[in-house]
């Protein structure tokens, strides 16, 4: 196991679609991600366990419609799973540092895939569970909520979206997690979704997000994930997708 976590990561190869997501075992936590209906635009979410003590997990929102994205998609995944383990192999890492290189690496492999720019809000994390840490960037992604004891703050964008320029930097703050404390992103299609014409033309927008989040009962990062879009389905009444919604939790449960 020690020589696969410190192998050197190879160039993506790519394929047709990105492979399906198997969220890993975290010890003392849960994760999981939905999303509605069919995917019709770039959402995209990945998690692996990249040391015995660190799993890395991300959101990220390539512009552009599926069909049109999909080797973005992929090819993005692949240098997130084989630089991610790369950089966060070892034990002794500066996890800012790498968090940073790794976010260069997908950075430039969106501007190399797409020959141009392709604008990719991105929130990647890296969780320790030792410590119970959260390392993480926020490339122009939504705000991610954390809730705790104390109540909901939001860890605002920390750097431009990826894709954009090919020497951009996101700071890469870490953050401590308490016992039953949850971590919440969603995709801009949750946040910009507009309600029905007889109901509301606003948009669904982060308050209720958070109102949404605060009020939740405990349970796993999955019931979380569903009952955000359930309502958003709610406010939209049901309307065609215009973009994909996507909903990631992370739960520290011990």
């Known amino acids: 196991m020690r020589s696969l976590f410190r192998s050197r990561a190879p160039e993506p190869q790519l394929s047709v679609e990105p492979v399906p997501t198997v969220f890993p075992k975290i010890a003392g936590a849960d994760i999981a991600a939905v ?9 995209f979410y990945d998690s692996v366990r990249v040391s015995p003590e660190r799993v890395l997990f991300g959101l990220l929102d390539v512009a552009g419609r599926r069909e049109d994205n999909r080797s973005i998609l992929t090819a993005a995944q692949q240098t997130f799973r084989n ?10 890492i500066n996890e800012s540092d790498a968090m940073t290189e790794l976010c260069l690496h997908i ?17 990647v994390a890296c969780y320790h569970e030792k410590f119970g840490t959260l390392c993480y960037t926020n490339a122009g992604h939504t705000s ?24 951009a930097t996101c700071d890469a703050p870490t953050v401590g997690l308490s016992e039953n404390a949850v971590l919440l992103l969603v995709s801009r299609g949750v946040v910009e979704c507009e309600g029905s014409k007889d109901k509301s033309e606003d948009e669904f927008g982060l308050e209720r997000v958070k109102r949404h989040l605060l009020a939740a ?33 992370f739960v520290r449960t011990t």
């Open 35 to 43: 999303f509605a209906g069919r995917r019709v635009a770039g959402d």
């Open 83 to 92: 630089h991610g383990a790369d950089l966060f192999s070892r034990a002794d």
């Open 107 to 123: 950075n430039r492999t969106l501007l190399d895939v797409s020959s141009g720019i392709r604008s990719c809000p991105a929130f």
């Open 144 to 167: 991610g909520l954390l809730r705790d004891s104390s109540g909901i703050i939001e860890l605002p964008s920390t750097g431009l979206p990826l894709g954009l320029f090919s020497h």
């Open 217 to 249: 009962a405990p349970g796993s990062a999955a019931v979380l994930c569903t009952s955000v879009l359930d309502e958003v389905g709610t406010f939209s009444a049901a309307c065609a997708l215009a973009d994909d919604r996507t909903a990631l939790a």
